[in-house]
């Protein structure tokens, strides 16, 4: 093991400085280590911990509705598991199970949900009936209660022993750690490499991770970044021992599990003969607005106890001898949170090898994963997991200050909610808006947020005051969106996609870039219009592109408006130095409208510029053309399969050619439709999104894009990676599923799927085709498993259903009606 480094000079130079002492910042040196790289250095401005590690609650929940952070915190705790033994350090690991309390159905379909995210990712879960928590947990009363679920391998750790081991790890792997050392300032040299200046002297660097907790906004700002993330004041309670509680601890019984209440939201567990009580309340503020002043150490703030009383009564109606106990000590100290909830881990938008591993609302729960993942995306170029639900870009320049405290705040609060699959938060709402917002919410829009923007979900009809209604099952919402995908299919729908991210590429270097960072080929013809894919360096699905070609040297790319910051920061870190490739982000000038239905000809005609005759207009073209007065692009592409055409438009159009189009809409049925409909209508397309259906984790050909690849036209990110996997055989095969037998639910995302009791794979997401009248699901399965016909077996909401193979798009696979 080599000496503490702290007495030691600082080290000039390095491959990696890792900014923050916590246990997510050790976590991060450690699996650098482990990856093989040593020469990589941590500073921390105080003492390891003393920022909020030290007086977490250390609770190891891996109840997660996210796929990718699941999958980081169940490697957390199984690397917790093992690392005394790796380390000689104890950290205090007490696996004493974890028990979710349910007081209504939601709640236990909230749970089914979640188990079946859990059988994806190989961690255990059971249910339990009212007896059996009271067996488990006998201070407790089963009043209201209609269920549980239970993590048998779930518990707590001491943060500050985990921290210490991990330390202990990295420097036994050659790391060294800097404490009582703090950077006052970080600058990119001409080189790329980065320059950071601390209290003891420079460091030179590859590479730079900041995982500084509560001063993440001031460690951005060195770099002139926005960091999203501010922390909240979270308080919990300790007790003075109860004799019950003393007398287990004698008779040599096990600890009590940890129990969490959600619809009271909070925790408890047992602690030194007493109970520790974590409420979640509505109200806490956030903290540290500004970051916290430089002398900040093991810092709390002034507790407040009636802030918490609705949550105390709660867990003395469900803990009865709560009441009786002593309070020993309350905390109440800042954790770091985003507008989400998750944590952002990954690289930073704009600048080069800069990292981000903040927002670590449950930091102990994902230091082990976040610095897993972190270290192979920072030594192998990419993660392992699909990192999407805390990738750092899912945010963007709307997350300013005053936006974070409310969001920050809302999330916070909805810690223990139920977490429905279409729930939408109302937090810092409306933000960003569509010229046309009006004018839909005129017409019964109920709206959804997207990357700040406002878009109609669903259209409820005018007399029935219909607000928005969540469930894992189907919705109050159901009725209405199954008639704006019919009228879609019988007339003429119009969809608001301006929240889609567009860009301009161009320069005489723009199409040798293009084809490099994309598979396919990109449009030969002026106007031409292709789906082009950015892969990964090992085959997987990064970013999808619908590009137009505008002339010899210049494209006009469309994007998933939810991944804007990430595709174009993609791009861009890609472009080359030397001038020959220009970037423009047109999506805050540019709004789109989509016209879909087989009416839609017959609506646009008499208001357009061109013939919009099939020969004239083909599929998967454009034309710079007019819709009434307004200059518009017009493009012969849609997400949902009918005849349709996208209307891209400079922004302050958008209303004149709203109206325009909605002049006669009685004579061809021209109606709204919202995003669910659109969802809808392209699973019956079998139409792949990113993040579902195409990811890091699946290569191009197992998400059956082989079409969108030219394996001949020369070498592309990914080339060489993708065809080997091929040449070894895929793990998953991309199919398409018709679901029986389940009369008021359809798959949500993340199924098991089973044949002979056996998983074979999960579904990406899922649906009701209206248009068919069949319930479906896209999904990875063995290939074993995907031939046409197959039969197997799906799990929604904790029950088995029949599922047969389909054929791909069962809904017009010809595309007939997309060509017409």
Same mark, same amino acid.
């Given at each position: 093991?080599? #000496? ?8 000039? *130079? ?97 749970? *089914? ?28 009363? $089963? ?5 549980? +679920?239970?993590?048998? /391998?779930? %518990? ?12 202990? %790890? ?55 970044? /926005?960091?999203?993330? #501010? ?6 309670? =300790? ?14 019984? $096990? ?27 509505? %109200? ?7 970051? $916290?002043? &430089? ?15 609705? *949550?105390?009564?709660?867990? #003395? ?10 309070? &020993?000590?309350?905390? /109440? ?39 897993? @993942? ?42 223990? =909610? ?15 808006? !569509? ?169 646009? @005609? ?14 998967? !073209? ?25 209307? *891209? ?101 993340? /199924? ?27 999904? +990875? ?38 060509? !017409?």
């Amino acid at each position: 093991m080599s #000496i503490t480094a702290d007495s030691q000079s600082l080290t000039a *130079h390095a491959r990696v400085v890792v900014i923050g002492g916590g246990a997510v910042g050790v976590s991060t040196l450690y699996h650098l280590v482990k990856k093989g790289w040593t020469d990589v250095i941590l500073v921390e401005r105080k003492e390891l911990t003393s920022g909020s590690t030290w007086h977490a609650a250390g609770l190891l929940p891996l109840f997660n509705m996210s796929y990718s952070v699941g999958q980081l915190h169940k490697y957390s705790v199984e690397l917790y598991g093992r690392l005394q033994q790796e380390t000689g350090q104890d950290v205090g690991l007490r696996t004493v199970s974890n028990i979710r309390l349910a007081t209504n159905q939601d709640r236990m379909d909230e749970y *089914h949900q979640y188990a079946g995210v859990a059988q994806t990712i190989g961690v255990d879960v059971e249910f339990l009936t009212p007896k059996e928590v009271v067996d488990i947990w006998p201070f407790a009363v $089963p009043d209201g209660l209609v269920g549980a +679920m239970r993590h048998s /391998n779930d %518990g707590y750790i001491q943060p500050a022993d985990l921290t210490q081991a991990l330390a202990v %790890g990295a420097r036994a792997g050659g790391g060294k750690i800097y404490r009582n050392t703090s950077v006052i300032g970080i600058t990119q040299l001409p080189s790329g490499e980065w320059k950071v200046t601390t209290d003891r002297g420079d460091v030179v660097c590859e590479h730079v991770v900041s995982a500084t907790g509560n001063f993440a906004r001031q460690t951005g700002a060195m770099v002139g970044l /926005n960091i999203p993330v #501010i922390p909240v004041e979270h308080q919990y309670i =300790v007790t003075e021992p109860h004799p019950e509680i003393q007398a287990r601890r004698t008779q040599g019984l $096990p600890e009590l599990g940890v129990l969490r209440e959600s619809d009271g939201s909070w925790y408890m567990r047992e602690e030194a003969g007493g109970l520790i009580l974590g409420p979640y309340e509505r %109200g806490a503020p956030a903290c540290y607005v500004d970051g $916290p002043v &430089k002398e900040s150490e093991y810092e709390l703030f002034q507790e407040d106890i009636d802030r918490l009383m609705p *949550h105390i009564e709660s867990a #003395i109606r469900r803990v009865p001898m709560f009441e009786e106990l002593g309070i &020993k000590k309350v905390y /109440n100290g800042a954790i770091a949170y985003t507008p989400d909830g998750n944590p952002i881990v990954g690289p930073a938008w704009d600048r080069k090898n800069f990292w981000l591993s903040e927002g670590h609302s449950f930091g102990i729960t994902a230091a082990g994963g976040a610095g897993w @993942q972190l270290a192979n995306w920072i030594v192998e170029g990419e993660p392992t997991v699909d990192m999407l639900g805390v990738e750092p870009r899912r945010f963007g320049e709307y997350a300013t200050k005053s936006y974070l405290i409310e969001k920050n705040e809302e999330a916070y609060a909805n810690v223990f =909610v139920i977490h429905y699959p279409d729930e939408e938060r109302e937090a810092a709402r409306p933000l960003r808006t !569509s010229p046309c917002y009006d004018r839909m919410k005129e017409r019964g829009a109920v709206f959804g947020q997207l990357f700040g923007w406002e878009r109609p979900n669903w259209f409820a009809p005018k007399a029935s005051g219909q607000e928005d209604d969540w469930s894992f099952r189907r919705s109050k919402w159901f009725e209405h969106v199954g008639n704006e995908c019919r009228n879609v299919q019988k007339n003429v729908g119009l969809l608001d996609m301006t929240a889609f991210a567009k860009a301009r590429i161009s320069g005489p270097g723009a199409e040798k870039f293009l084809n490099y960072v994309l598979a396919n080929k990109l449009p030969k013809k002026l106007g031409r219009v292709g789906l082009l894919h950015g892969l990964t360096s090992q085959g997987g699905v990064h970013s999808e592109f619908t590009i137009q070609r505008e002339s010899v040297d210049q494209f006009y790319l469309v994007s998933a408006g939810a991944w804007q910051r990430l595709d174009h920061d993609w791009l861009k870190k890609h472009m080359p130095i030397d001038g020959s490739v220009q970037f423009e982000n047109l999506t805050n000038a540019m709004g789109v409208l989509v016209v879909a239905g087989p009416k839609a000809r017959d609506l646009l @005609q008499p208001l357009c510029g061109s013939d919009l005759a099939h020969k004239e207009f083909p599929w998967l !073209s454009g034309q710079e053309t007019t819709i009434g007065h307004a200059p518009v692009k017009l493009l012969r592409v849609n997400f949902v399969g009918e005849l349709g055409w996208e209307i *891209h438009h400079p922004i302050e159009y958008q209303n004149h050619i709203f109206d325009a189009l909605f002049k006669n809409e009685d004579d061809f049925g021209l109606k709204p439709f919202g995003i669910r409909a659109m969802d809808s209508l392209r699973v019956e397309k079998s139409y792949r999104l990113v993040g579902t259906e195409m990811s890091i984790e699946y290569s191009a050909y197992e998400s059956a894009l082989d079409r969108f690849v030219a394996q001949d036209k020369g070498n592309f990110i990914g080339r060489e990676a993708l065809l080997a996997r091929k040449e070894r055989g895929e793990s998953n095969t991309f199919v398409t599923l018709e679901v029986t037998g389940c009369e008021d639910a359809d798959p949500l995302g993340n /199924n098991p799927i089973y044949h002979d009791g056996k998983v074979v794979g999960r579904a990406t997401s899922g649906n009701y085709g209206f248009r068919l009248g069949k319930s479906l699901a896209l999904a +990875m399965v063995s290939p074993d498993r995907a031939a046409l016909g197959s039969e197997l077996e799906i799990d929604i909401l904790g029950q088995r259903y029949p599922a047969i193979v389909l054929g791909e798009s069962p809904y017009d696979p010809q595309n007939n009606r997309l060509r !017409s």
